[in-house]
């Protein structure tokens, strides 16, 4: 079946526009993940959405960063007035899902196959 | 708080010899841990994981991970390394940190299959 996907693949930018970056889960998963993976920096959690609650927003590097997820199915990633350091791959993933208890923790992610973002 | 260490940053190893990355955990709370790899202009994917169940994992491509609370490693093995397993693997560690979740991703280990 169809896995995750996000649009675009690559986004270049201007230092100071703002991006937006978005990612369709797999029909049926509830929760939805961002990472971002910068050059030699590893992978990075950016924010949790589960089902209809507050998403968990911990990883968010700064205030220009913020995320939705309409309807419980696509999420958009924005970052306002971009910086040179926002340049990163951008993952975006899902899961099955359930409450914030031990369940969740313990389900299979399933990875989209990123934004690449350069600002310039 | 948590975190997770990859030993090493890069490993090298020919092909048909044992491969071993090594990751080091630190949490105040029963981790699940998981193995991702990432190869060369590819997504992520899941090896394995391990959710308080049998300490031994075994993953997908003959990768397998054994849980060691005594020492906090979660290390990953292979008898016999392939081409194809050249890539970047990360280890992860989850956990619920007062209700909230807490995802933490090693700095990743470069795997090189030499033939």
Known sequence: ?120 | AQSVTQLDSHVSVSEGTPVLLRCNYSSSYSPSLFWYVQHPNKGLQLLLKYTSAATLVKGINGFEAEFKKSETSFHLTKPSAHMSDAAEYFCVVSIMDTGRRALTFGSGTRLQVQP
Do not use: M
Not at chain 1, 34 to 59: C, H, M, T, V
Not at chain 1, 76 to 86: F, K, M, S, Y
């Open chain 1, 1 to 120: 079946g169809a896995g995750v996907s996000q649009s675009p693949s690559n986004k270049v930018t201007e230092k100071g526009k703002d991006v937006e970056l978005r990612c369709d889960p797999i029909s049926g998963h509830t929760a939805l993940y961002w990472y971002r993976q910068s050059l030699g920096q590893g992978l990075e959690f950016l924010i949790y959405f589960q089902g209809n609650s507050a998403p968990d927003k911990s990883g968010l590097p700064s205030d220009r960063f913020s995320a939705e997820r309409t309807g419980g199915s696509v999420s958009t990633l924005t970052i306002q007035r971009t910086q040179q350091e926002d340049s990163a791959v951008y993952l975006c993933a899902s899961s099955l899902g359930g409450s914030r208890l031990a369940g969740a923790l313990q389900e299979t992610q399933y990875f989209g196959p990123g934004t690449r973002l350069l600002v310039l």
